[in-house]
């Protein structure tokens, strides 16, 4: 079993930026690919970002995110971070970190992860 603990939501005015933290235990480096999803109200879960724990840590971003979204990992913590620039208020959602043990690539199906956060909130007022 693993155990991921998101922090940073917050409230915050369009255009804004946001640092959120995923923390994973129990935590081998080169086992785990990590990914963020954000569920707004009404809507599908929906994929944003992924990040391999081989390959230099390949990773990849959604389309409506790209340019402003940025996923990183910092193994030694055993923590992932997504960080947010240029917020709109579309990003406004509850933002959940996801994990699956594996040597192989990652995506932004929610099917492919095994794990989850409880979620942390992110409001971008216009």
């Known amino acids: 079993q693993v155990q991921l603990v998101e922090s940073g939501g917050a409230s915050v005015q369009a255009g804004g930026s946001l640092r959120l933290s995923c923390a994973a235990s129990p935590y081998t480096s080169g086992t785990m690919c990590m990914g963020w999803f954000r569920q707004a109200p009404g809507k599908e879960r929906e994929g944003v970002a992924h990040?391999?724990?081989?390959?230099?840590?390949?990773?990849g971003v959604a389309d409506s995110v790209k340019g402003r979204f940025t996923i990183s990992r910092d193994n030694a913590n055993n923590t992932v971070y997504l960080q947010m620039n240029s917020l709109k208020p579309e990003d406004t959602a509850m933002y959940y970190c996801?994990?699956?043990?594996?040597?192989?690539?990652?995506?932004?199906?929610?099917?492919?992860?095994?794990?989850w956060g409880q979620g942390t909130q992110v409001t971008v007022s216009s």
């Open positions: 996801a994990a699956r043990r594996t040597f192989g690539w990652c995506n932004l199906e929610s099917g492919y992860y095994t794990y």
């Open positions: 990040i391999a724990d081989v390959n230099n840590g390949i990773a």
